[in-house]
């Protein structure tokens, strides 16, 4: 029906999306203690805010976003006096399969850019964080055009039976073997997909880094939500004399945020699920490294303190998976070079943090590796840039969202052409219609040589006169 293609519409689903999230702000939270136990703080700076936030971006840029897009004109074309523009249209109806771990957030952002570049979209949140499901479940028809976007619930069997239907685009946030199994189901309707997974998000700490601020992000990074966070610093790799000095800055750090105990500390959260603490806690158990912090935990609230693991080599068990909890190790090494090849020796990650003082050690580095993103000196905060691309590559992701990207992920950029049928035709008749003689070949190679590339338009009439004459 192409009900959702005029801005009026995309506009008044966009605002009623806003209207949900500050509408029910206080029930989003208490979803959230249910879910991960995340305190009011991290909720809205994670997860409330952050979409509201997003809401409004893309409406303040949402004509600008529609408007069709001009191109640069080659020599022929210019002789045409041609029409030429992009113009962005919706791929139609979009399935967007949320993410546990920041249940409101991998959701509704996707959701947003659906709704903004005229989609109509299918929403399928964790069945995992039960809360938010549950709530996004209950909010989404009462706010939005039932007609044209609806949510589903229910586990593994509905994911599979969902993505055996026909869709025109799929956006899948999780880890990367379920993303193979979308990937290869979207296969067989030749569907395209963004695929935001995961993987182990190196750290890098040189010998130059300012020891202290490093081991405050870093405990950030790795501590908020629990270390449940697809860009959480999966493990450390520092200069061997750093390592003590290292892990007491980080000890420091940690009884800052969240006292001697983190789990009675209500700014900590938990782990999502029993499953989920007894993978963590076997980590901790299978390690061959040194657990020097941490390590306890209450089964019964499902908490696990933050656990610092030294001396842990690249074969340890712990090495192999993303670890997706609060559990940091240390790799300690004797130069940059070692830290480098045990960053490429892995599948490519979604992020990549590098702690250094030195622009040209940063540079060196960056140019050494690849991942969806890479920080110097932070952890985390690119999510929160709008104008950054969020995503991976290779094992760690396909495509990339946040801002005007989301938008351009669920926009096909149609080519468009627009032709005269006046004066031009004779050009036409004299160059491009055959039979083709001598002098129509030479006046053809003259307009498709690299020379007629980009040349202003006095030129182009002159250079016509020229090859017609």
Same mark, same amino acid.
């Given at each position: 029906?192409?009900?959702?293609?005029?801005?009026?519409?995309?506009?008044?689903?966009?605002?009623?999306?806003? &209207?949900?999230?500050? %509408?029910?702000?206080?029930?989003?939270?208490?979803?959230? /203690?249910?879910?991960?136990?995340?305190?009011?703080?991290?909720?809205?700076?994670?997860?409330?805010?952050?979409?509201?936030? *997003?809401?409004?971006?893309?409406?303040?840029?949402?004509?600008?976003?529609?408007?069709?897009?001009?191109?640069?004109?080659?020599?022929?074309?210019?002789?045409?006096?041609?029409?030429?523009?992009?113009?962005? %249209?919706?791929?139609? +109806?979009?399935?967007?399969? @949320?993410?546990?771990?920041?249940?409101?957030?991998?959701? /509704?952002?996707?959701? !947003?850019?659906?709704?903004?570049?005229?989609?109509?979209?299918?929403?399928?949140?964790?069945?995992?964080?039960?809360?938010?499901?549950?709530?996004?479940?209950?909010?989404?028809? &009462?706010?939005?055009?039932?007609?044209?976007?609806?949510?589903?619930?229910?586990?593994?069997?509905?994911?599979?039976?969902?993505?055996?239907?026909?869709?025109?685009?799929?956006?899948?946030?999780?880890?990367?073997? +379920?993303?193979?199994? +979308?990937?290869?189901?979207?296969?067989?309707?030749?569907?395209?997909?963004?695929?935001?997974?995961?993987?182990?998000?190196?750290?890098?700490?040189?010998?130059?880094?300012?020891?202290?601020?490093?081991?405050?992000?870093?405990?950030?990074?790795?501590?908020?939500?629990?270390?449940?966070?697809?860009?959480?610093?999966?493990? /450390?790799?520092?200069?061997?004399?750093?390592?003590?000095?290292?892990?007491?800055?980080?000890?420091?750090?940690?009884?800052?945020?969240?006292?001697?105990?983190?789990?009675?500390?209500?700014?900590?959260?938990?782990?999502?699920?029993? &499953?989920? $603490?007894?993978?963590?806690?076997?980590?901790?158990?299978?390690?061959?490294?040194?657990?020097?912090?941490?390590?306890?935990?209450?089964?019964?609230?499902?908490? !696990?303190?933050?656990?610092?693991?030294?001396?842990?080599?690249?074969? *340890?068990?712990?090495?192999? *998976? %993303?670890?997706?909890?609060?559990?940091?190790?240390? /790799?300690?090494?004797?130069?940059?070079?070692?830290?480098?090849?045990? +960053?490429?020796?892995?599948?490519?990650?979604?992020? $990549?943090?590098?702690?250094?003082?030195?622009?040209?050690?940063?540079?060196?580095?960056?140019?050494?590796?690849?991942? @969806?993103?890479?920080?110097?000196?932070?952890?985390?905060?690119?999510?929160? =840039?709008?104008?950054?691309?969020?995503?991976?590559?290779?094992?760690?992701?396909?495509?990339?969202?946040?801002?005007?990207?989301?938008?351009?992920?669920?926009?096909?950029?149609?080519?468009?052409?627009?032709?005269?049928? @006046? $004066?031009?035709?004779?050009?036409?008749?004299?160059?491009k219609y055959p039979p083709w003689d001598e002098v129509k070949e030479a006046r053809l190679r003259r307009l498709i040589s690299p020379d007629g590339?980009?040349?202003?338009?006095?030129?182009?009439?002159?250079?016509?006169?020229? =090859?017609?004459?």
């Open positions: 029906t192409r009900r959702t293609l005029p801005r009026q519409y995309r506009e008044g689903q966009l605002r009623a999306l806003q &209207r949900m999230l500050s %509408e029910n702000k206080q029930r989003l939270m208490d979803a959230f /203690v249910k879910d991960l136990n995340k305190c009011e703080m991290e909720a809205v700076m994670t997860e409330i805010s952050y979409c509201i936030n *997003d809401v409004t971006h893309t409406l303040n840029h949402l004509d600008s976003w529609m408007a069709p897009r001009c191109v640069e004109k080659d020599f022929a074309n210019q002789l045409n006096f041609n029409d030429l523009y992009t113009y962005p %249209e919706p791929y139609g +109806v979009a399935l967007v399969i @949320g993410a546990w771990n920041y249940p409101l957030q991998l959701t /509704v952002s996707p959701l !947003i850019g659906a709704i903004a570049a005229g989609n109509a979209c299918i929403v399928k949140p964790s069945e995992i964080s039960v809360a938010i499901s549950n709530l996004l479940v209950e909010l989404i028809p &009462r706010y939005l055009d039932q007609d044209c976007y609806s949510v589903i619930s229910g586990g593994v069997d509905v994911s599979q039976a969902v993505l055996r239907e026909r869709f025109d685009y799929i956006f899948f946030t999780g880890s990367a073997p +379920v993303g193979k199994l +979308v990937m290869k189901q979207a296969a067989e309707n030749l569907t395209p997909v963004t695929l935001e997974l995961g993987g182990k998000s190196p750290c890098i700490i040189t010998s130059d880094a300012a020891i202290e601020v490093a081991a405050k992000r870093l405990v950030w990074g790795k501590c908020i939500n629990s270390g449940q966070t697809c860009i959480a610093p999966d493990y /450390v790799i520092c200069p061997r004399d750093k390592q003590a000095v290292l892990v007491e800055r980080c000890k420091e750090a940690i009884r800052e945020f969240y006292g001697e105990d983190p789990r009675l500390s209500p700014d900590y959260g938990k782990i999502i699920n029993l &499953r989920h $603490f007894n993978r963590l806690m076997s980590l901790i158990r299978s390690t061959r490294g040194n657990v020097v912090f941490g390590g306890d935990a209450d089964e019964q609230k499902l908490k !696990i303190n933050p656990t610092l693991i030294t001396d842990v080599t690249p074969g *340890d068990p712990i090495m192999e *998976d %993303e670890i997706f909890g609060p559990v940091l190790p240390f /790799v300690p090494v004797d130069t940059v070079d070692e830290a480098i090849n045990l +960053v490429n020796s892995k599948e490519k990650p979604l992020a $990549f943090y590098v702690f250094t003082e030195s622009k040209a050690l940063f540079e060196r580095i960056k140019r050494a590796t690849s991942s @969806g993103a890479i920080l110097q000196n932070e952890t985390l905060v690119h999510y929160q =840039v709008s104008a950054l691309p969020f995503g991976g590559v290779g094992h760690s992701g396909i495509g990339a969202y946040h801002g005007k990207l989301t938008f351009d992920t669920f926009t096909h950029r149609r080519a468009v052409l627009c032709a005269g049928t @006046g $004066f031009m035709e004779s050009l036409n008749a004299k160059i590339g980009n040349v202003v338009p006095v030129m182009s009439v002159l250079m016509m006169l020229a =090859v017609i004459s």
